[in-house]
């Protein structure tokens, strides 16, 4: 699903690649930054809270998939990821 922010669509982690490679994530984050007012916080907040919830959304579906896929009992999350607690 795609993520909006004051009517601009945000970057998304493509779905339907098994990997959970975020390459190229950081610079469509910069360009989708160019011409948004985050000189203001609650707009630099909104657009960061936009851009956890595409990242979540995508490590969610690809790991509901493989879960699925695969049969997996346990999972394991390490790492800082698993520090999000919004994930």
Known sequence: RGINYEGKPLPKVAREI????????????????????????ESLLGFCRGIEESIV???????EKMVRQTGCKVLGVGGGVSANQYL
């Open 18 to 41: 098994q990997s959970f490679s975020f390459s190229g994530l950081k610079t469509a984050i910069s360009l989708a930054a160019r011409g948004l007012p985050l000189q203001e916080e």
């Open 57 to 63: 959304d995508a490590l969610r579906y690809k790991t």
